[in-house]
Structure formats: C-alpha cells, structure tokens
C-alpha cells in the first residue's frame, strides 16, 4: 500500500505544470530563438505533436488599442504578452494543457483528459481540525518546495542581451512562485533610470481582467498543489467574510493568531510564524529599477482591525455582496478606478457597494479586506505572502460566479477595446505559459470544472462536500481494496470450509459414541419419538 502510494506522488511531480518562465525555456536558447515548445517526455516531441495533444505556433497577440492610462509603448516586458520573451509557444489541442501540452485543461483528468472532474470549494471554517490542518500543511510545504518547473526572472529582457546571452533566471519554492507572479504583474512600469517609473500600470487590477486573472491564479495555485502532494482532491478554501466584525480565521489552528509579544506578528504557535515575505519593497526597486529577485525581506506581518479606519470602516456586509452582485453592468465608462455603477469596479473597492459610485480615499469590498488585514496584505505588490489572500480570493470568485450565474452575459459584454493595458478582452494573461486570454475566462466556473459549496443546493451540497472526498479517496485505494475484498472473501471461504469439515466430524464422532447394538436400535427410536427425543434436540 505505502509503495503504491509513493509511486502516485512520484507521478504527480513529474508531471509538466503551468505557469511564469518554464525551466526548459529560461535558458539562452529560449530567449535567442524566442520558442517555448518543450518536448514532451511522452513521445519526445514537442508539445506532444506525434500524440497529437499539440503542435508549436506563433504566438498572435491582439492589436486592439488600450485607453490611455498607460501611454507609452515598447519600454515594458509585459506589453503584447509574451511577445518581449517568446513568439512561438505551445498550442494544445482537445482537452490538454500545461505549457508543454503534457497536462489536462482545467476541470479534466485522466491519461487522456477525457474525465470531466468538477471539484468543490468550500467554507474554511466549515471544514474539520483535520481538514484545516492540511490545508495549512500543504501552504507550508508548498513555502518548502523548490518549484520542479518554473523559474523568476531577475532581470528585464533588455538586461539578458539581445540575443539572450545573459539569461537572468532564478529558483524559487512554488509558494513564492505564485507571490512573485502577482508582483510581477502589478509592479510599476520602468521608464529608464532610478526611480523613474510610471504606476498607473496593472495588468491584473484597476479593470475588467481583475476577476479573470484572479481565477486563473486560483486555478494554477490548485494545480500545483495537487501535483505537489498527489492530493487530486484538493481545493483551495474560501472564507465567507460577510458581517464578520473581527478576522475570524486569525488563530492558531489556522491562519495564525497575533503574538502576545508584538501585535503586528503572528503568533509563534502558527506554522506561518516562521515565514519570510518577498516582493514587499517596491521603493526599493524602483530606485534601483531592479525587478524583485524573491529573496526574503523578514518576517509576516498582519495586525487586523487595528487599520485606517477613514479608509476603511468595516469589512463587507451581505447587503453589500447583494447590491454588488444586482448590477447588472460588467464595465462603464473608462473602465478603470474611476467607473461608476461597474461590478467590477464595486466588488474591487473602488466604488460604493451602497450606491455604486465611485469614490476617492476609500476602500470597500475586495480591496477593503486587504485595509482591514493591515500588514503584509494591505500591500498590493506584496498582498500575496499573506495565505489569507488565497481564502480572500477564493471568496471573491464566489461572488463573480454569483454575478455571471445572475446575469448570463454575453462574451460581448466584456471590453473587447480601449480598457487599460493589459485588460481587453484579446490580451494575454500575464505573466502566464500557456497562454490564457482574458475573454476566454469571462464564463461560468461550470466549464472550469469546480464550485462552492454555499451555491449548491442541499442535496448537491451533501453530494459533493461530504459523500464525494470519501468516494475520491475510496477511488485512490482501490487495488489495497479490492485485494483486501479478495483475501477476506478467501479466508472467509477457508473459515467456512473448516467449520463444516469439522461439524461433520463432530457428528459422525457423536453417532459412534451413542450407537446401540442391532437389537437394540429399534426401541431407542422409538423412545426417542414418543419423549420428545430430548438428546436429538442436544445433537442438533
């Protein structure tokens, strides 16, 4: 059983996953001929072209025009995402996915990703002792574990040398991956020298591709997850939020209570308590015009409650959530910070989520929480390091399915043109290989392949949260099962087989002990019938 279990794992790891900057690609070959098309160990070739799951194509990245918040062009990497790096990539066919076309797309399993596999995200407080403790157990190793796959980048392109001769990559553990994706994704725009910068730049916030950005980092962070521990069942937990007056998943048996030395660290009974944050220093780089290189800058901090309370004057109510979610426009105006009456622009915290204006100097909603955490979260850059963003996230997708669930909208609807760099409906996802577009993720967590249990109904609910975990586990097991089924049938047969060899035995052993002679068998039969035969009785 345990060699059976090991070579599951073993499976897993190998695996080719998804994400920034794929090792086989970060070297000076990938960056001097600009193809990421790894082979994939199936067959050898690449993108699995021989097995038909992909072939290498030339990346086509939309040329819609954005609005004018960023109004320069070729000073940054991320622009026409991933043409700075790579311009042939990896185009997976069917349901295969992964930036080597090695892996299922999302909500598919199997050696031939034919499985369709929905998976459910549920309540964190909700969840049992057992449960939490490995969420929390797989957050640590995750912080443990050098990623197998991907590497950062420590420098811009231009710094690597035109033909890549200086290739500028570097490990980090798989925890720290995803927090250095979503610096990297936020973090100003350098304009040459020290310090000079332009910050009206996000290519993940401020506009439309806020929610799906954020549900494809949700669904990365699972899938590495999942290959990291060979736990296909994981799910990332959400924390409902709504009218809670306090941090109520701040303690020790889950996300870190406060130390009773210094209020802004966590206590030295978390299993977080130890950790270092990256990526939190934004200054620091822009006047050096450095990238951050992911080494670790002290410890977590987190002090809840004890926040701007101008800027914030409490967490998010359930009239809030309803009004949010009753809007019925995605984008307005100049589908930035500044829109009126947007969902997006509502559930971000730019806008009321009373009237739906937008206002100046506040937080609420999803920005809101980030206030209220006052520490490493309340830093957008940096806000990752904070595990809680991962049940914060999770939350906020909920009320994105909500809202899409409400309203059905059309493809159209999402800003095909003039939305800030990075968010129209055509571009990209940075910093993400394979590529996503952003449009393409405007749907339904149905095609994803995963829910949240507060939107299933009663019976589903049960279903999915408490009969399907056993069934997945019973489905891992199977051949411990069945083998285990096979023996106990078999010795049950054997048990069987003796008890009857040994009542006859006992019988014929019984009858040669209490035989009469000839003559004397008739009467005892006799006896036997008219009294009852009580030692008949005792025989049987």
């Known amino acids: 059983m345990r060699r059976w279990f090991l070579s599951v794992v073993l499976l897993q790891l190998v695996r080719t996953s998804l994400g920034q900057f794929p090792r086989p690609c970060a070297n000076r070959d990938g960056l001097r001929t600009k193809e990421c098309c790894p082979a994939w160990a199936g067959d050898g070739s690449a993108c699995g072209a021989l097995s038909g799951r992909g072939f290498c194509a030339q990346v086509e990245v939309s040329e819609e025009p954005h609005g004018p918040q960023y109004p320069h062009s070729g000073i940054d990497d991320r622009e026409r995402w991933p043409l700075a790096f790579f311009n042939r990539t990896c185009r997976c066919a069917g349901n295969y996915g992964g930036f080597g076309c090695g892996e299922c797309r999302f909500g598919y399993r199997g050696a031939n990703c ?91 916030h401020e506009s439309a591709a806020f929610l799906p950005w954020h549900r494809i980092y949700l669904l990365h962070w699972e899938n590495e997850i999942r290959k990291l521990t060979g736990d296909l069942s994981f799910t990332i937990p959400y924390w409902d939020w709504r009218d809670a007056e306090a941090c109520e998943v701040c303690t020790d048996a889950l ?108 937080s609420t909603m999803h920005n809101g929480l980030h206030v209220f955490m006052n ?4 830093n957008v850059q940096g806000s990752a390091n904070d595990p809680i963003f991962l049940l914060h996230h999770a939350f906020i997708d909920s009320i994105f399915e909500r809202w899409l669930r409400a309203h059905q909208p059309a493809r159209t609807t999402y800003p095909r043109a003039n939305a800030p760099i990075g968010h129209n409906d055509g571009y990209y996802m940075v910093p993400f290989l394979p590529l996503f577009r952003n449009g393409d993720y405007f749907l339904s967590n149905k095609a994803l392949g995963f829910e949240y249990s507060y939107l299933l109904d009663p019976g589903q609910r049960f279903l999915q949260e408490f009969l399907t975990p056993y069934l997945e586990q019973a489905q891992l097991i199977w051949p411990w099962l069945l083998g285990a089924a096979v023996l106990g049938a078999a010795v049950a047969a054997l048990f069987a087989a003796l008890v009857i060899v040994g009542r006859r035995k006992w019988k014929c052993s019984q009858r040669k002990t209490r035989r009469p002679s000839y003559r004397e068998r008739q009467p005892l039969l006799q006896s036997s019938s008219e009294e009852g035969s009580s030692s008949y009785q005792t025989t049987l």
């Not at 929390?136 to 811009?156: F, G, H």
């Not at 520490?375 to 309340?378: K, V, Y």
């Open 255 to 362: 996300m870190g209570g406060r130390s009773p030395m210094d209020p802004n660290l966590l206590s030295p009974a978390s299993v977080f308590s130890s950790w270092k944050v990256i990526c939190t220093q934004p200054e620091e780089y822009n006047s050096r015009e450095a990238l951050c290189n992911g080494t670790g800058e002290g410890p977590l901090l987190r002090n809840p409650g004890n926040h701007d309370t101008n800027r914030t004057q409490r967490l998010p109510t359930t009239a809030d959530v309803d009004f949010t979610v009753g809007l019925s426009e995605y984008e307005t105006g100049p589908m930035d910070r500044s829109a009126n009456m947007s969902f997006r622009n509502v559930i971000e915290g730019f806008a009321s989520p009373s009237s739906g204006v937008a206002m100046s100097g506040r």
């Open 114 to 204: 034919g499985e369709y596999r929905e998976s459910v995200r549920r309540n964190v407080l909700s969840m049992s002792a057992a449960e939490q403790r490995k969420f929390t157990s797989y957050l640590n190793l995750a912080k443990n574990t050098v990623s197998r796959d991907y590497v950062i980048a420590t420098a811009t392109r231009a710094e690597m040398g035109a033909d890549g001769e200086n290739p500028m990559f570097s490990d980090i553990n798989t925890y720290d991956l995803f927090v250095w994706m979503h610096y990297y994704v936020s973090r100003d725009a350098f304009l040459g020298g020290p310090g000079n910068v332009w910050r009206d730049i996000d290519f993940a």
């Open 375 to 378: 520490g490493s979260m309340s």
